[in-house]
Nanobody, 127 residues
């Protein structure tokens, strides 16, 4: 059974940084793209960032470009989201997700393309 476990969330002031981790178990994840999504209260889940199975391609929502960096360590079966210059509007529950398609050519921002999800980790940015 594939499981994703996020960690690293917390409370931080505006301008601060956090590093989220997502550990994957139950399969060797080297051949699958990974994504990060977030959901704030009263809003729909939105795409944040994705990384290809090889790590050679990344994709970000415009609102986090230049501030967030997604990376992966396939030897550790772990994906990271480094978040810098955090803003109050970044406050949300952050979820990692694993792509359903083996070696997808282009990473996807659509949640429909991800079939395994973590339980989420809360990120709160105070003003």
């Amino acid at each position: 059974q594939v499981q994703l476990v996020e960690s690293g969330g917390g409370l931080v002031q505006t301008g601060g940084s956090l590093r989220l981790s997502c550990a994957v178990s139950g399969r060797t994840n080297n051949n699958y793209a990974m994504g990060w999504f977030r959901q704030a209260p009263g809003t729909e889940r939105e795409f944040v960032a994705a990384i290809s199975w090889s790590g050679g391609s990344t994709y970000y929502v415009d609102s986090v470009k230049g501030r967030f960096t997604i990376s992966r360590d396939n030897a550790k079966n772990t994906v990271y989201l480094q978040m810098n210059s955090l803003k109050p509007e970044d406050t949300a529950v952050y979820y990692c997700a694993a792509d359903r398609t083996w070696r997808r050519l282009r990473v996807s921002p659509s949640s429909d393309e991800y079939n395994y999800w973590g339980q989420g980790t809360q990120v709160t940015v105070s003003s």
